[in-house]
């Protein structure tokens, strides 16, 4: 909907003049009524409105009767006087912007101090007016929305004030977001006369329109600045496309409505005979809308499998006003009635509204012709925030102003900070950097919409559409983030990078001693999440690998560490090297008496594999050279021995059960089990086995041997006669990386493990990143 000066709002009364010529009582005409007006205001001692704002006054009164127009009328002296002798890019008096600007707000419902505000918008930064001078003539409330709007001077930013402006200005609307809809009626008005710009500094303000202001007047739920700010962006940066969607536009409007208005008329006969009141009125769509709904139908075959062409509901919906929330599901029950629903096109905002506060019922019926005609059904209440969003709800921090008069108990909508809006200040004020800022805050407003999750505990996260698992982790907070090793959504496990949608239950699964990776990064959608997971791995930097060769030339060697009591010895001795930290490689599992080699790791550690694993030889083709390591008696690590072990069977029902109840049997705990999917009846079972003595291995083979259907027991990458079990034909090379770093598996979580304890490489990939 375009907002034209004077111009009042769709659903809102029409003056006297537009009602038709009407002779004022007494039969004095309208000049001398005027002149007998004035004398009157002068007669009780107020000062006269000035004639320039009599649009402004027209507009405020219909939705403030009683407003108080000898503040306007000083806000607006002090305005002219300020911009005396000021023009705008077309050669019009600089007035005319704020006071074009300030009849928009009033056309959408705004508050006297906001209409006083946007006034005097420009004068601290366009005149020798200072802050502290509106706000002793106006009051410090004035004095906040004005300084919130004003831009920063590029002289102190430079080419970061752009940034740095947008910046202030949302923290400002953290506290009153009438400051961002001036702003947004400011953008409207100069996007209006951007005719009047460069063609460089139009397609310059255009994007920035596009990307920033469109996405915060929907967030806002603003809709008819929206709307027109689109259709302008439009035809700024794509004037063939929008010439050609305006010319089909004004084509449909220029011919016979027979299909909305036909259909409009039908379903009002049908609501009236039910006896539900409500206004039924077609709502053409806007150029930037229609242009969408024609990609979409040349996107999509027809049955003749080429791209279809418009149809004549493409160019407008039925919007059905009612006045209580009841009649809007008894309208949609006499639609879904008496016309075909189309499956899936349902969705209930009343019970659930969106983010940007925005109610209605949306469906889709099918006519006896085969056409498509899409219906929104909302009560007025809804059609007003629907329509100017934040404004219609007033100021929240006066109780019975704006939307709290004659409030539906019903209403869902919050007239408190929007959720979006709290959560844009949290990130923002980890980002000093301006670039980083804009990226950030572009990338935040670049989705179309919001979903809402709920835990299993019962809380509702509200999410940008595409966010993941990681995304809820750190919504829940940032240590819950930073702990989070995977997720159940909808009761299944799922990865951390799986995408979440509207509706979704999740549930976030932890551990202690788990940390954030570098891949979180590329899954995480929001800027707070992004945010904490650089931040962590910038606190956690890992340190640079120092390997030790042995003791300096004349230096003793030092002497072996003492054991502490109670805890067991390093399974592992290393020649010439005394007590050097011992990790076992995850990727084949050593186990006394395997023949092992050592090879130098991060931190002086060493890294201990089976001779012949393959890890161990790229390590060695690497430069790393091998040590000599012998397993020390008596020795074992703290958590004790683990075996990966691979069972190769025919399928049939009960042999996990049987698998697991025989190690179980021998006493062996499992830390992890993969199954993979069946091939040709045969079936591959890994697990991961915590081992009470090394010599219990062996029992271990020999019992999953016994298993009815298990033709073969094996531990990947064991060499060929070195210990139980063999090692496959042809390993191929692991992945980038450490193998004897890899993390070992999570604690217990009550399922049975779905992720690989060994990939086909070897190298144990599960567990939490540390």
Known sequence: MTIEAGQPLAGQPTSARQAGPRRPLGGLGRAALGRAGRAALLATGRPPVPDALEPLVQAHRRHHPQADLGLLGRAYRLAEASHRGQKRKSGEPYITHPLAVTVILAQLGAGTTTLVASLLHDTVEDTELTLEQV???????????VDGVTKLEKVDFGAAAEAETFRKMLVATGDDVRVMVIKLADRLHNMRTIRHMKPASQVRIAKVTRDVLIPLA?????????????????????????ARTRALLGRHEAGPDTLLAPFAHSLARQLAEAGVAAEVTVRPRHCVSLHRVLLKRAAAPGPDGKPQGPQPADFGRLLVVVEENADCYAVLGELHTCWTPLPGEFKDFVAAPKFNLYQSLHTAVALAGGEVVEVLVRTRRMHEVAETGVVALGDPRQPGTGGEQGRDELDRTDPARPGWLSRLLEWQQETPDPDAFWSALTADLAGDREITVVTERGETLQLRAGATCVDAAYLLGEETGHRCIGARVNGRLAALSTVLHDGDRVAVLTEEAAGPAPEWLAHARTPGARLAIERWLADHAPRRPVVRTGPSAGQPAPPDRPVAAGRPAAPVTVAGRPGAPVRLARCCTPVPP????????????????RAGCPAGERMRADGRGALEVRWRPGGAPAAGFRATLRAEALNRPRLLADLTAAISAEGVGIAAAE???????????TYTVELPDPAALAA????????????????????AGGGPGRAPAAPAAPPAGDPAEAPGPPAEIGVTRTTPACDHHGEFTAGPRR
């Open 675 to 685: 199954v993979e999917p069946p091939q040709e009846l045969r079936v591959r079972h």
């Open 700 to 719: 271990v083979l020999r019992a999953m041997l016994r298993v009815s259907g298990v033709y073969d027991v094996e531990r990947p990458y064991a060499p």
């Open 594 to 609: 395997d023949e092992i080699v050592g090879y130098p790791i991060r931190a002086g550690a060493v890294a201990v594999h």
């Open 218 to 242: 929907e967030r806002l739920g603003i809709q008819v600045l929206k709307a027109e700010l689109e259709d302008i962006v439009f035809a700024t940066l794509h004037p063939e496309e929008h």
């Open 135 to 145: 706000a002793e003539g106006f009051g410090p409330e004035v004095a906040y929305l």
